[in-house]
């Protein structure tokens, strides 16, 4: 919960700092050469990282986008992802560096954030199978032709505390007001116009103030963990006696 907290503050603050640091990338690079000819270590551009209170790979993208203007940004994307292919040894061994120790961005956190996800999305399906739930995942939707899907859409809606659920959604992260928003107006809404009312679990928590924010309306419920069996309500069906003697032969 905390890791989670920590990314979105600094993601926040570098969307707040990153066109001021931007402006400055021809003293970046500068510095950055001055301190090569002083020592030619390969934690330089880590070290100005800290220093500027930015992720090591923000910088890195700032001055390989500078120093290499003519190539395009999925170029130095590539860059990042694979510093072999930088031509300055020295500047690819510097940005392999802030590569193997970013923890916040970049191919490596991005492929960690991806595994945790999909490690509660496994979670979540275990424990609607062990609800009783019948239900149909985000592949079986695709093979229908849905495009936006959310993780679960129950063939039977149910209660819970007397709110119609419809589908369940999960996120692997702390829900703060900007990205749920985001999530509302990117994912949840079109959930609920599409299927009726659902939940949006955040595994890490998330802030009071979401649960009753406006953009929720009636269709959208927030909790921080699978509900409990007598949380739910589920449809009780009567079937006949004669019925229920045919089945048995």
């Given amino acids: 919960m905390l890791g989670s907290i920590l990314s979105r503050d600094i993601q926040q603050r570098l969307k707040q700092s990153h066109a001021r640091i931007s402006a400055k990338a021809e003293d970046l690079i500068a510095d950055y050469e001055k301190s090569v000819k002083a020592k030619g270590d390969f934690n330089i551009l880590l070290k100005m990282s800290v220093s500027l209170r930015i992720p090591p790979l923000s910088l890195c993208r700032i001055i390989l986008v500078k120093k290499y203007h003519t190539k395009s940004r999925q170029e130095v994307s590539e860059m990042i992802r694979n510093p072999d292919l930088i031509t300055d040894s020295l500047l690819g061994a510097n940005v392999g560096y802030c590569l193997y120790n970013e923890n916040m961005e970049g191919p490596i956190t991005d492929t960690i954030r ?9 979670k979540l399906k275990q424990m609607a199978r062990d609800m009783g739930m019948v239900f149909h995942d985000e592949g079986d939707l695709r ?44 994912q949840l809404i079109s959930y609920g116009n599409r299927f ?34 007598a949380e739910f309500e589920f449809l009780k069906f009567n079937i006949p006696e004669k019925c229920r003697q045919e089945s048995h032969r």
């Fill in 114 to 122: 991806r595994c945790i996800g999909e490690e509660y999305e496994v």
């Fill in 143 to 186: 093979r229908t032709g849905y495009d936006k899907t959310p993780d679960l859409k129950l063939a039977i809606p149910c209660l819970f505390r007397g709110r119609v659920i419809n589908w369940i959604e999960s996120k692997a992260s702390f829900g703060d007001m900007e990205s749920h928003q985001k999530y509302v107006k990117d």
């Fill in 196 to 229: 009726g009312g659902g939940m949006v679990i955040y595994w890490f928590g998330y802030l009071d103030m979401i649960a009753d924010c406006a953009e929720n309306g009636n269709l959208i419920t927030v909790i921080d963990k699978f509900p409990k069996p």
